[in-house]
């Protein structure tokens, strides 16, 4: 094993560990030892965007190049090797998870939300961490399943544990529909082994293999699946439920890195493995998407509540991303890539604020709130500043992916696409418009609730990487796409 | 360092402060003051290293400049990040770095007491570097940016003030209302792009495009243009946007946003030029919207309403020339048009500041209290209503020349188009003489009606500077009024700047000549001005615009497009919004629900079924026997 190996292998081990030694050692200090983890898990992250550098050994044929893999053999019955391995299309999601975690926990550590003990939050929050890293790093299909499935409890735990008045349904939905989703995966996925006769995704990559009604099959069952993880208009009504009533803290992963877990897979694996399936179903994909962003955007406007508008904001922006995949250019797919971690950025963002309101003025109300800017104008202006990045404003994080998921759309061409683009647009205008009613309610006007201004250095900690990454992002997004010209380049047909 | 590299200061110095400046600490408390100071300072020093950076260029370099590097790639499209600027642009960021500098200065004494001067000042020149960054970008993308950026500062700048109730409504108003013109420009910009491979605008312009594409990305583009513009039919949101403090009126909605989408078409003309289509469609939109504006201008009674209605029709103009195939007269309508009307922004802020209202009705007699005010106020309207020898005479002149000349059919536009505009644009001339002329006397002439008709106990209004009015108006204090006084020289003798050969061939302007048909528009600007004076000298004190009858609240309605727009866009959204939610919830939902309620139910019926009794239960397995005997004996 060389250093990136094992790197690559302590990505995932060090939150797993972490998890189990927290769940031993005394409650006291688990703040600490939990946030050390999260902290210590993204050494080997960074250390593994070196790896890209050493990339000259392109093999020939394979449509993957790991920049650093480990492929060990587990259950050759079962086509279940340990095969990790990150590349330009996973590493800025890989680095989105370990940073989001390791602020869920600092965060944590200086308040744990009301309900069961802050230990077995944090412990939850690592397990989750291990099973999104490990689902971004799988390059077996059918350990990125199991990986894929390791998140579904621990969130269900979290929203059942810690989240608010309703939280018991909201989970069972939550749990129930998902699982229905990882259902078809899990058909899916085995339709693929059992005909290819590898798991391999290195190997399945292209669609090598599979006849195309094998891939026809097989694309319907992910697309399903995962497009209830992204989500994908009309199976997306888990989501607002769990959001709302989520802590904090979980609705930062839920928005930031779970959903991401649906349209990683969609990339990876829908267009990856079945390349066939997906142009043959992509035009209905891109309508739905398009439904997504303007059923996403309007319901927004009449929202009511402040978790659940910015949950509902995440259908539409998600809708831009699944536009994007569903146009299978090179545009798009990138535009995919970068809308997905500036929606985790952004959004990450906005449920942290959403939460310090809610926690400061014990209401999540729009009627109840309003004039933020008097009694609390830092906070104001980071809400300003977050709602303006999630409406798509050119030079913060959240433009390229809307953008270029519009003129994706134009570049694939035709009469369905070429309204598709336009209605992707007029969801934009409608973005602004929802988010502008929203600051006008929250920070504008009189004062609702008064609102504690004083904000707290965990929260500091939190939200700044947050507000420069967003910047940053906007700025100079080669940060994201530097490396995934060419793996983007492979997976299309 | 090159000179194009060294030009990036120009968007970047005001950017870059901008964004320092919104971490300073609001400076709630009255003891401190340094926050306040620092905030001052670094808006100041934005705006004069831009002034500074684009003077040097315009001096020293040789034109034109053009610097880019790879910005990113997103599939086939390659993005660069580029300056470019020739003459012309330098000269449009040369008008925009003088108001953006006197605004600042202004905006130190005008809002001296107010406690979010801080983030006030940050985003001044956030909006300044935007502006910049769209002239002097070299690519699209960039451009973007910069105009988008831009909107939401003047969306953060109009809601500035705390206590007007209508301020948060006016500025989600002027976001939207652009954004769904940003909807065409974002498509545009989508179609030119994809089919050039570049967003790169060098690129774009000596691009082939096909006729119908091109067509569509310029149509599209226009309604962008439509939007940040204010021209018709999204114009809608500049009257409201004067909610916003008097200097930002003076910066927003007179020198510089909305001289960006003037600027755009101006960019991209040899595009336009190819098009007559979308220059027909430019043209009738401003030919409406110069009729439209200078019509309600003549009815409303707020001061800042009537140069923001005049700003609609003057903006007109400019897309007019433009319609018309004379980018140059367009250009020079925009340089002369950002002195007179930041200048008569400015000086309007400090009659404000000195009465405490906005209302025409609540002023005159003003001009022995004021003289300098006054005086700004005379060169300001007239360069505005187009007297020689200030500066709107020549350029207006010039436009009317334009339209002229393409009536005889040599321009790119259809002659019909040019015909409008020209007849548009010479009506408008006396209906504009006649709004100045009447704006002038109600202000400052006839006796004071400080004290309203219902007692001295009136003050409301943008009244936004926090202020008690004094007892006898006054001039307002040097930091206010050197920049009114150093404005007022560019508005009396920009005009004159046509003369100058240097000058006349950055923007291509033709050679002024003044001929007979000169004699037109003059007896229409003495018709319209002679009209609004002899009736207030038939009735002295009363408002010339009572002679408008019945008509004036419509006019003052702005012709009621505010209801249009609310019936046919605004109330259709709200409502499919509603349908939206209630789908979700009651059909999409519901089915999830639905189907989780349904299995319950089904597993308590086979629950329930596993309970009968046994004499039941054994009768049923015996009529199922014989039931599957049957269909086997049957089908064997």
């Known amino acids: ?493 | 360092m090159t000179a194009a590299a060294f030009g990036a200061l120009i968007p970047g110095a005001p950017l870059l402060l901008g964004l320092a400046g919104l971490l300073i600490r609001p400076g709630d408390d009255d003891e401190h003051h340094t926050p306040r100071r620092l905030a001052a300072g670094l808006g100041i020093f934005g705006a004069a290293v831009a002034l500074a950076v684009t003077v040097e260029l315009l001096l020293g370099a040789t034109m034109p400049l053009a610097a880019n590097t790879h910005w990113i790639g997103i599939g086939d499209i390659d993005v660069t990040l580029g300056f470019s600027a020739d003459l012309a642009a330098l000269y449009i960021a040369l008008a925009v770095g003088v108001v953006a500098l006197f605004v600042q200065i202004y905006s130190v004494a005008y809002l001296h007491d107010d406690p979010r001067y801080a983030p006030y000042a940050a985003q001044v020149s956030l909006f300044t570097g935007a502006m910049l960054l769209v002239v002097t970008s070299g690519d699209l993308i960039g451009m973007l940016v910069g105009w988008e950026v831009m909107g939401a500062c003047s969306y953060l700048l109009i809601g500035h003030d705390r206590r007007l109730p209508e301020a948060p409504a006016a500025a989600v108003k002027a976001f939207v209302v652009t954004r769904v013109g940003d909807v065409g420009f974002l498509l545009g910009i989508a179609l030119l792009a994809v089919d050039a491979g570049t967003t790169r605008i060098s690129v774009i312009l000596t691009h082939d495009y096909g006729h119908g594409t091109l067509t569509a990305a310029l149509l599209l583009v226009l309604a962008g243009v439509a939007g940040k513009s204010a021209q018709f039919p999204l114009h809608t949101w500049l009257p409201d946007a004067m909610a916003g403090p008097t200097p930002i009126s003076a910066l927003i909605h007179a020198a510089t946003m909305v001289a960006a989408g003037v600027y755009v078409v101006f960019r991209l003309y040899p595009l336009y030029a190819q098009s007559p289509a979308a220059l027909a469609v430019l043209g009738v939109a401003a030919s409406i919207t110069i009729l439209l504006g200078a019509l309600s201008a003549t009815a409303q009674d707020d001061l800042k309403r009537v140069l923001a209605w005049s700003t609609v029709s003057q903006i007109g103009y400019m897309t007019g020339a433009l319609a018309v195939g004379s980018p140059a007269a367009a250009l020079f309508h925009l340089l002369t048009h950002a002195a007179f009307k930041a200048l008569l922004f400015l000086a309007a802020g400090a009659v404000i500041h000195a009465v405490g209202t906005n209302y025409l009705s609540r002023m005159g007699g003003l001009r022995e209290h004021m003289p300098i005010t006054f005086w700004s106020f005379v060169v300001g309207l007239g360069a505005l209503a187009g007297l020689p020898p200030l500066a709107g005479f020549w350029s207006k002149e010039n436009v009317l020349a334009a339209a002229a000349h393409a009536t005889d059919g040599s321009g790119p536009a259809p002659v019909w188009v040019a015909w409008l505009v020209w007849v548009a644009a010479l009506f408008a001339v006396a209906i504009t003489a006649w709004y100045a002329t009447r704006l002038l006397l109600c202000a400052f002439f006839g006796i004071s009606r400080a004290h309203g008709p219902d007692g001295p106990d009136w003050e409301v209004g943008f009244d936004d500077a926090q202020y008690t009015p004094p007892h006898a108006p006054h001039d307002p204090p040097g930091l206010m009024r050197w920049p009114i006084l150093l404005l007022a020289i560019p508005a009396a003798l920009l005009g004159l700047a046509a003369y100058a050969p240097g000058f006349r061939q950055a923007l291509e302007l033709a050679d002024p000549h003044l001929g007979v048909a000169v004699v037109l528009p003059l007896v229409l600007l003495a018709l319209g001005a002679g009209s609004a004076w002899w009736r207030w000298r038939a009735a002295p004190g009363t408002d010339p615009a009572l002679v408008l009858g019945p008509a004036r609240p419509f006019l003052a309605a702005g012709f009621r497009l505010d209801d249009v727009q609310n019936r046919l866009v605004v109330r259709p959204v709200k409502q499919l919004a509603r349908l939206a939610r209630k789908t979700d919830e009651r059909v999409v939902d519901a089915a999830v629900e639905g189907t989780g309620t349904g299995t319950s139910w089904l597993g308590e019926l086979v629950a329930e079924m596993h309970r009968i009794a046994l004499p039941w239960a054994a009768l049923i397995v015996f009529a199922g026997a014989l039931l599957l005997t049957v269909w086997f004996g049957v089908a064997s």
């Open chain 1, 1 to 493: 094993m060389n250093a990136y190996q094992v790197m690559l292998v302590a990505t995932v081990a060090l939150p797993a560990v972490g998890a189990g030694l927290l769940s031993m050692l005394p409650a006291k200090r688990a703040g600490i030892i939990a946030t050390v983890f999260a902290a210590a898990a993204l050494i080997p992250i960074v250390a593994l965007a070196f790896a890209a550098d050493d990339d000259d050994g392109i093999r020939s044929g394979a449509a993957i190049h790991p920049w650093a893999e480990v492929d060990l053999s587990w259950v050759p019955a079962l086509h279940l090797d340990f095969h990790l391995g990150v590349d330009g299309v996973s590493y800025p999601l890989v680095a989105l998870t370990g940073l989001l975690t390791l602020l869920c926990c600092a965060y944590t550590m200086w308040r744990a939300p009301a309900g069961g003990s802050p230990r077995t939050l944090l412990v939850l929050l690592l397990i989750l961490e291990a099973g999104i890293l490990g689902t971004f790093l799988s390059l077996d299909l059918i350990l990125f399943f199991l990986f894929f499935e390791v998140t579904l409890l621990p969130m269900y735990a979290v929203i059942a544990g810690w989240g608010g008045e309703d939280r018991r349904r909201a989970a069972r939905k939550f749990v129930l529909y998902t699982l229905f989703g990882s259902m078809l995966l899990l058909i899916g996925v085995l339709t693929v082994a059992v005909h290819a006769g590898t798991a391999d995704l290195v190997a399945l990559t292209g669609g090598t293999g599979l006849t195309k009604g094998t891939q026809y099959a097989a694309f319907a069952l992910f697309a399903v699946a995962f497009a209830v993880k992204a989500p994908l208009w009309p199976l997306h009504t888990w989501l607002p439920d769990a959001h709302t009533q989520a802590p904090t803290v979980g609705s930062v992963i839920l928005a930031g890195v779970l959903l991401k877990m649906g349209t990683y897979g969609l990339i990876r694996v829908g267009l990856g493995v079945t390349p066939l399936g997906a142009e043959w179903a992509s035009p209905l994909l891109g309508i739905l998407a398009a439904a997504a962003i303007l059923a996403g955007a309007l319901i927004c406007l009449r929202q009511t509540e402040l978790k659940r508008l910015i949950a509902y904001s995440s259908v539409g922006h998600m809708g831009f991303v699944l536009l994007s995949i569903a146009t299978l250019t090179t545009t798009g797919v990138q535009a995919a890539l970068l809308g997905n971690v500036a929606h985790g950025l952004i959004t990450g963002l906005l449920f942290f604020l959403a939460g310090a309101i809610k926690d400061r003025a014990h209401t999540g109300e729009l009627a109840d709130l309003g004039g933020l800017r008097e009694t609390a104008p830092r906070l104001a202006g980071l809400l300003g500043f977050a709602a303006i990045a999630s409406l798509g404003l050119p030079g913060l994080a959240g433009f390229w992916g809307e953008a270029f998921a519009v003129v994706a759309a134009v570049e694939r061409g035709g009469v369905l696409w070429t309204i598709l683009a336009v209605l992707a647009a007029i969801g934009g205008a409608l973005t602004a418009a929802y988010f502008l009613r929203l600051l006008r309610k929250v920070t504008h006007g009189p004062v609702g609730t008064p609102v504690a201004p004083a904000i707290a250095g965990a929260e500091w900690f939190a939200w700044s990487p947050l507000v420069a990454l967003t910047l940053a992002v906007g700025l100079v997004p080669s940060l994201v796409l530097a490396a995934t010209s060419l793996p983007v380049e492979a997976l299309i047909p």
